[in-house]
Structures are given as structure tokens and as C-alpha cells.
């Protein structure tokens, strides 16, 4: 079984400030992890993806994320946020099955930027 | 890019009565998927589709639920007798292969209310 968990259901940051947004999974076999946005009224868009090689994976808008495997961990950062930064983010696992592979997702944490 | 289109964006529906969710996912993807969101809650897996089988799905996809891909281009969600508990947003997605490491690429979602 796999689960996910978001700490903080709501983050507020300035405008220009570091946005740490924290993902802690469980999974019994080597995880796929990924970050997802979602802006009001849209579906959810991927952010970036860790499955295998380097740890520190870049994805889209400025956002990155560390696989910390010995902390179990996938927390997403950046270094100065935008206005445009403020939506919901989900954190989700899945195994490397060969098909059919869902996504567990984290229960989302909603980032307000203020001017 | 190509995405993953929903429709209706809303349905309003009486409690008892069958509704069909559509979806057409990306051309080339082979694998399909539906989530729920209640409002409030995580995202939760519903289930999977490839090769015109379900792949997996979930405790919560019992027999009120069931998926079709009609024709090469439509993905459907069929809930035979809705229940108020069965509000929710529904999200299609869909991915080009099954190795976990390609990602799931999300629809916009249809927002189900059940009166």
C-alpha cells in the first residue's frame, strides 16, 4: 500500500519568498513520485516527476524537488515566489508496476502569495 | 499540447438517476484513468483502462460504476444510479504508456452535483 501526506493544508508566502511545500509518502517498492498544480477551475497539471537517476529533479515555473529516499521525502521548493505561483499542489506516489499504475495523492496544500 | 478534454463541465443531476461522464484523452495515450475529489478531500483513484480491460480499480468503483471507450476517441465514466454522496469533481486522465514513469495528463475535470 502507498500513501502521501502533505504537511500544512495552507501555505502563505510574500511575493519573492522561498515557498517550501513539504511531501512525506510510504510505498513498500521503489516510488515514482510527482508534483501536480492546479489552478481554480482547471484539471491538475504535472510540475515535475522523480522515477529514477538524479534526485534533485527541475520541473516547470522555477519548481524543484529532492527525492530524499532515507527521510522518505519529496519536498518541493522555490526560490522566490510569483503571484502567478498561487494555486493547489498535490504530491503523489506510484510503484513501477507495468501497468495500470494510480497515483496516490497527498491531500493538497493551497499556497496564497501576498504582494 | 495536446490534452485530455472533459465533458459536460458541470452536470446537475437527481439522486437515482444514470449519468455518463466523457472524456477524450490524448490520441496516442494508451492508458486511461478516472479520479474523484470530493470537495474538501484528496484526490482517489477510481480505476484504470488498457486494452479495452480495466486494469485495476479501486474499493470505491463498485457496480454502480463502470467505464467504456466507445469508439477510438471517447473514454466514458457511467454511474448507473447516483447518490448524493457521489457529488463530486470527476478527473479523466491519461498516459502513453504503462511504466510508471510516464506521467498522467489530466482533463479539466466535470464537476458532478447530485440533487
Known amino acids: 500500500a502507498q500513501s502521501v501526506t502533505q504537511l500544512g493544508s495552507h501555505v502563505s508566502v510574500s511575493e519573492g519568498a522561498l515557498v517550501l511545500l513539504r511531501c512525506n509518502y510510504s510505498s513498500s517498492v521503489p516510488p515514482y513520485l510527482f508534483w501536480y498544480v492546479q489552478y481554480p477551475n482547471q484539471g491538475l497539471q504535472l510540475l515535475l516527476k522523480?522515477?529514477?537517476?538524479?534526485?534533485l529533479v527541475k520541473g516547470i515555473n522555477g519548481f524543484e524537488a529532492e527525492f530524499k529516499k532515507s527521510e522518505t521525502s519529496f519536498h518541493l521548493t522555490k526560490p522566490s515566489a510569483h503571484m502567478s505561483d498561487a494555486a493547489e499542489y498535490f504530491c503523489a506516489v506510484t510503484s513501477n508496476k507495468a501497468a495500470g499504475n494510480k497515483l496516490t495523492f497527498g491531500g493538497g496544500t493551497r499556497v496564497l502569495v501576498k504582494p | 499540447e495536446p490534452e485530455v478534454t472533459q465533458t459536460p463541465s458541470h452536470q446537475v443531476t437527481q439522486m437515482g438517476q444514470e449519468v455518463i461522464l466523457r472524456c477524450v484523452p490524448i490520441?496516442?495515450?494508451?492508458?486511461f484513468y478516472w479520479y474523484r475529489q470530493i470537495l474538501g478531500q484528496k484526490v482517489e483513484f477510481l480505476v484504470s483502462f488498457y486494452n479495452n480491460e480495466i486494469s485495476e480499480k479501486s474499493e470505491i468503483f463498485d457496480d454502480q460504476f463502470s467505464v467504456e471507450r466507445p469508439d477510438g476517441s471517447n473514454f466514458t465514466l457511467k454511474i448507473r444510479s447516483t447518490k448524493l454522496e457521489d457529488s463530486a469533481m470527476y478527473f479523466c486522465?491519461?498516459?502513453?504508456?504503462?511504466?510508471?514513469?510516464?506521467?498522467?495528463?489530466f482533463g479539466d475535470g466535470t464537476r458532478l452535483s447530485i440533487l
Open positions: 486522465a491519461s498516459s502513453s504508456q504503462g511504466p510508471s514513469n510516464q506521467p498522467q495528463h
Open positions: 522523480y522515477t529514477t537517476g538524479a534526485t
Open positions: 490520441s496516442n495515450h494508451l492508458y
